[in-house]
């Protein structure tokens, strides 16, 4: 009896071993399945309480504003077009994925739903949710993020919105040559604006276009980097703000001028450089899932990783990233940052001023709740169906945890041109 009773103890060990080996690599589907889902799990929890709230006009009337201690006195209700904007600039890529009958079909078509109806109450007058469009000089950056959503979401987001409203966005749009913007990450701003405008057919400002990606040319510092402005700053703003809205700009304009050859040579060239900084990024997650807290806007927390989201969503990634270390090494990151202890988010279901909990003493002048939904960034390949290799590849160690376990990993070297 005993002599049963242990072969039966190990024949269950055995199994429970087998099962725990496939999960680690072997069974690749639900490996991947278990990464999407929670993924989807995650974008739908940040997404849900700002466009129930918006769809249903309740935003300004429910939504608790937190802003920095040392808030800079603008007006706070920017903290609304920051949040709507920032986080349907994350959103849209799923958003567009047509309609079927999973779990996670049911989150996109009702948050789908809810988007459009936020769409048209952003801009309608008459509205307790209409935006802040016509002061402050912030808006120009949210509207942009706005209308980088529509780029990245024109199908499924603007093309079923009524004239009417899509008037109503040519109209707040235009109005925001109004904004100088700085000598910095802004110029992109005004760049990604106009080339919505350029997009949809409207009366556009060259101008700012070309100003922009002179500029961009000209902060050019090497090895996949930008500076964000004449000087360099060692942070994350080509993860926020520079590396996508340059490449995407440019992309437009080549559309847009049928990919005549000068048009294309700097969208390839920029794309090249963003693959590079990927590279680099992809190196700063440790094999914990963590990466380092320096430079300023640290708040917008998974924001970081948005080149090599972007990369990812367009099938850009270079030979050097492949699917499935890139996923498992932000899903390490998103895991470690959006755990079960839900750190990040308050009583009611919105982000927290911090960088890791509540740590609003870290938080810039700027910084608003709002602020804080630039970490949906991170989400843009959830724009790729889920039988993408993105998700059906199995995962595969990332470079710094392949380095620090002492198994063989790429030697790194500087990019040239």
Not at 186 to 212: H, Q
Not at 221 to 236: H, I, L, R
Request: charged fraction near 25%.
């Amino acid at each position: 009896m005993k002599l049963k009773t242990a072969i039966i103890f190990i024949l269950c060990a055995f199994t429970v071993l087998t099962s725990t080996t496939s999960l680690a690599g072997g069974n690749t589907q639900k490996e991947s399945q278990t990464d999407r889902q929670y993924w989807c799990d995650e974008l739908y929890k940040m997404a849900y309480p700002i466009l129930h709230e918006m769809s249903r006009e309740k935003l300004h009337a429910n939504m608790p504003i937190e802003v920095s201690p040392q808030w800079d006195g603008r007006n706070k209700d920017v903290t609304y077009l920051e949040a709507f904007g920032r986080l349907m600039d994350g959103l849209a890529p799923w958003l567009s994925l047509p309609d079927d009958n999973t779990k996670e079909g049911k989150q996109r078509k009702e948050l789908r739903e809810m988007a459009l109806k936020c769409y048209a109450v952003a801009v309608n007058p008459d509205s307790p949710d209409y935006l802040l469009w016509r002061s402050e000089g912030q808006t120009l950056v949210d509207a942009a993020f706005l209308a980088e959503s529509l780029l990245r979401g024109f199908d499924a987001l603007w093309v079923p919105l009524d004239d009417i409203t899509k008037q109503r966005y040519i109209e707040e749009f235009t109005q925001l040559r109004r904004v100088t913007p700085g000598y910095s990450n802004w110029l992109l701003f005004s760049s990604t604006v106009e080339c919505f405008l350029m997009k949809v057919g409207a009366p556009y400002d060259n101008y700012r276009i070309t100003m922009a990606f002179n500029k961009m040319e000209e902060w050019y510092v090497g090895d996949g980097w930008y500076s964000d402005g004449p000087t360099f700053a060692f942070n994350y703003y080509n993860s926020y703000v520079i590396q996508p809205m340059y490449v995407e700009c440019l992309e437009v304009v080549a559309e847009q001028n049928a990919w005549r050859a000068p048009q294309k040579a700097s969208f390839d060239k920029a794309l090249r450089r963003m693959q590079r900084h990927g590279e680099s990024l992809e190196r700063l997650i440790s094999p914990e899932g963590t990466f380092p807290a320096m430079g300023r806007s640290l708040t917008y927390r998974t924001g970081m990783l948005q080149p090599l989201a972007l990369l990812a969503w367009r099938e850009w990634l270079p030979e050097s990233l492949p699917n499935g270390q890139v996923r498992a090494a932000m899903t390490a990151v998103i895991k470690r940052m959006f755990n079960e202890s839900n750190v990040n988010y308050n009583e009611h279901g919105y982000l927290k001023l911090g960088f890791n909990g509540a740590q609003p003493d870290m938080s810039d002048s700027y910084t608003n709740t709002g602020s804080l939904y630039l970490a949906s960034f991170a989400f843009l390949p959830l724009g790729l169906p889920a039988d993408h290799p993105f998700w059906t590849d199995a995962p595969i160690s990332w470079t710094s945890k392949k380095a620090w376990e002492g198994d063989p990993f790429p030697k790194d070297a500087t990019y040239k041109e």
